[in-house]
Structures are given as C-alpha cells and as structure tokens.
C-alpha cells in the first residue's frame, strides 16, 4: 500500500466498507469524509475564512484542502468516528450557516449528499478531467490562495506530495463539535445546498440550527457529553 493511500484510508476510509472498494462508505452507509464546495467560481477568500475559522473559533484540526480541477475548491473534514450521511449534512449546513450565509446555494456543494444509506461517492482526489489537461488535487494551505478562478493543476499531482498534504492532518473528535453546536443555535437560516457532484448543481434538503441538534440530541451514537451540549442549545434557542 503506497503513502498516499495509507493517509487516504486513515482519515477518510470507515472499516468495513462497501465491497467495490467505496471505503468512503461504510456498510450501513456511515461515513467519515465530509466535504464542502465552493465553486463557480472559485474564491479561496470565502472558504479560506471559513478554513481558518473553524481552527481559531472552533478548536478544530485544519480540514483538507482541494481544488476540484475546474472551477472551485473543497474543505474535506476527517471525523475520528463515523457518522450516519444525515448528521454528516447537518454538520456542513451548519457550517454554511455560521460561515457562508451569504453565498448563493448554487455556489455550494455538500457531500454526503443526502441522509439515505446508499453508497455514494464523494468527488475523487486527486482526479484527471476530461480534457486531461487540467486536474482535482489536495494543495498545501500556502499554495491555496494562487489558484484564482482556475482552481486546478496542470500536471498530475504525485502521490507522495499528496501524503505530505494528508499526514499533516488530523481528524476531528466527537467533542470538538461542541462549540458550533451553541454557535448554530444562533445562526441564520440558510437556503437549501447544492450536492457536490460533477454534474449540474442540484439542491439539497434545507437542514437548518433546530433540526440538527435535534438529530445530535437523539443520536444514541453520539457521546453523552455531547447530546447534554446539543440539548442546551437548543432550550437556549427556545427549543
């Protein structure tokens, strides 16, 4: 198993994944990878507010970051323990909310893309078009900001590059999640999130602050600790 694929399967891959070798998934559809897309076109002064946010508001561990080889980049969150696609989405709406309200939802891409336990493929990396000149690739946060509106590479990117830019990374623990979850309380509304897929943007279901810590608050998979949080949340929001 090469470097690369090694960092892959540490931060994204859930054990026991689906057969065809979609380990993004696991078999009752959990997943660990979550992502969020901001495109067409690409602005890393949008996303990379909220990259830097969530390491100094949050306390979280910095996301991944991609260019999808055409026209925008992605934030890919490492979970530490899988999640059922629902709650994953949650997450990244109320990330949206905290961070991005007022970005057009066409602009936006999620995955997972919904809250069914299908296997579903998040946008692969590093990834060839279909004009084969231009390619999807994780970049050091440094190099993030000269891309412009031509978020892609024009060489394929090496494998071991892209573990150097993996193994700096770590995954996000179930407690980290409190501080948003009494930041989302507050937070705006947001309209529905395209899907992040290659093809036209389709609108996702709206998940806004109550709905998801509700789902928090009744996952019997989440800690203790962290359903008590989700909970005074939502009594501080007026429940």
């Given at each position: 198993m090469d470097r690369y694929t090694q960092e892959w399967q540490r931060l994204y891959a859930v054990p026991g994944g689906a057969a065809d070798g979609a380990d993004l998934v696991g078999a009752q559809g959990q997943v660990r990878a979550l992502v969020l897309e901001l495109a067409r076109p690409a602005d890393w002064s949008l996303i990379g507010a909220l990259w830097r946010g969530v390491q100094a508001d949050l306390d979280w561990p910095a996301p991944a970051i991609a260019v999808n080889g055409r026209d925008g980049y992605q934030l890919w969150f490492s979970l530490a323990q899988p999640v059922a696609p629902a709650q994953g989405r949650a997450l990244l709406h109320a990330l949206v909310q905290r961070y991005l309200p007022e970005v057009p939802p066409g602009r936006l891409g999620l995955w997972p893309q919904g809250a069914a336990p299908a296997v579903e493929h998040a946008p692969p990396v590093p990834r060839a078009m279909p004009d084969g000149e231009r390619w999807s690739a994780f970049v050091a946060p440094d190099l993030a900001a000269v891309f412009g509106d031509e978020a892609a590479l024009d060489l394929p990117p090496g494998a071991d590059a892209q573990?150097?830019?993996?193994?700096?990374?770590?995954?996000?623990?179930?407690?980290?999640?409190?501080?948003?979850?009494s930041m989302v309380a507050e937070a705006p509304r947001v309209a529905p999130v395209a899907n992040a897929t290659d093809g036209p943007a389709a609108l996702g279901e709206h998940?806004?602050?109550?709905?998801?810590?509700?789902?928090?608050?009744?996952d019997a998979s989440v800690p203790m600790a962290l359903r008590i949080e989700a909970a005074k949340a939502l009594l501080a929001a007026g429940g």
């Open positions: 573990a150097d830019v993996l193994a700096r990374l770590a995954p996000l623990q179930p407690g980290q999640w409190a501080p948003l979850l998940t806004g602050p109550r709905p998801f810590l509700l789902a928090v608050m009744n």
